[in-house]
C-alpha cells in the first residue's frame, strides 16, 4: 500500500513524503490516531523571487498549492479508508467541518509542522514557519492522521539553525515577530503575535533559507 500511495503522490506533483509515528503524543494531539503522513510541495523559485523583491502581495501561487496539499490530504485519506484503515486529512476544509481549528486562538490540536518537526524535515524558525535546509520556508504543506499500519520514521528534533539572523523581524512591518528563538514547549506567542500578522509572506519569503533555495535554482 505505501509504495502505491507513494508512487501515486508523486504523480500528482507532490515533492516530499513524510510518515511519522505519533502515538507518543496526547489523546488531544494525535486523537487516537497512530500515525501522520505529511506531504510537501514546493513553491517555485521564481514566485519566491518576485515577492522577496517586489512590494506585492501576491497569493496566486501560494493559494494554488495550498489548495493543491489540502485536495491530494483529502484524497490521500480515501485512499488510506478505501483500503480498510481509519484516516483524517487534515485540509483547512476538515479541521474547520469538525471543530479542530480555533478561531479565537488560531490553532489546531496537531499543526503540521509540528509532524514536520517530529519527522526531521527543518525547524521552526524566528519566523514561526518551518525552515528547511533544502527549501527554506518555501513549502505548502498538509497532513494526514492514520492508524494505517506504515513504517515511521521519527528523527531528532532539529533545533532552530537561525543564529544571529533577525531578517524576519526585520522585514516584518506590521512588527509581528519577536525575534526569539523556538524551543520544544515554546508558546507561539512568544515568537509572532499571530492577531496582527498581515500575511504579507515577506517573513517567508526573505528568510536567507528561502533565498539559498531561490539561488540554488535559479534557472527553474
Ligand atoms: S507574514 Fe508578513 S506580517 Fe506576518 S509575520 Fe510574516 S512578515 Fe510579518
Ligand atoms: S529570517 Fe533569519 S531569523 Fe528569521 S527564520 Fe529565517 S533564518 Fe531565522
Redesign the pocket.
Request: aromatic share 0%.
Given at each position: 500500500m505505501v509504495n502505491e500511495l507513494i508512487s501515486e503522490l508523486n504523480t500528482r506533483g507532490v515533492n516530499f513524503i513524510k510518515t511519522v509515528d505519533i502515538s507518543m503524543l496526547s489523546a488531544k494531539e494525535n486523537r487516537g490516531y497512530s500515525a501522520a503522513i505529511l506531504i510537501g510541495i514546493v513553491l517555485s523559485p521564481c514566485y519566491i523571487f518576485r515577492l522577496s523583491k517586489e512590494n506585492i502581495l501576491d497569493y496566486s501561487e501560494f493559494s494554488e498549492k495550498e489548495h493543491s496539499t489540502d485536495k491530494l490530504a483529502e484524497w490521500t485519506a480515501d485512499f488510506i479508508i478505501a483500503k480498510g484503515y481509519k484516516a483524517f486529512a487534515q485540509s483547512e476544509r476538515n479541521l474547520g467541518l469538525h471543530g479542530f481549528y480555533d478561531e479565537t486562538t488560531k490553532t489546531t490540536p496537531l499543526p503540521h509542522k509540528k509532524i514536520a518537526i517530529l519527522a526531521g524535515v527543518g525547524w521552526i524558525g524566528k519566523?514561526n514557519l518551518l525552515v528547511t535546509e533544502e527549501y527554506g520556508s518555501a513549502l505548502c504543506m498538509c497532513s494526514i492522521l492514520t492508524n494505517a499500519p506504515l513504517p515511521t520514521e521519527n528523527r531528532p528534533i532539529i533545533m532552530p539553525k537561525c543564529g544571529e539572523c533577525t531578517v524576519?523581524k526585520d522585514?516584518?512591518?506590521?512588527g509581528?515577530?519577536h525575534g526569539s528563538t523556538w524551543e520544544i514547549g515554546m508558546n507561539r506567542d512568544l515568537i509572532?503575535d499571530v492577531y496582527h500578522?498581515?500575511?504579507?509572506?515577506?517573513?517567508?519569503s526573505n528568510c536567507p533559507w528561502t533565498q539559498k533555495y531561490i539561488n540554488n535554482n535559479s534557472s527553474e
Open positions: 519566523n524576519c522585514i516584518c512591518s506590521a509581528a515577530i509572532v500578522c498581515n500575511g504579507c509572506l515577506k517573513c517567508l
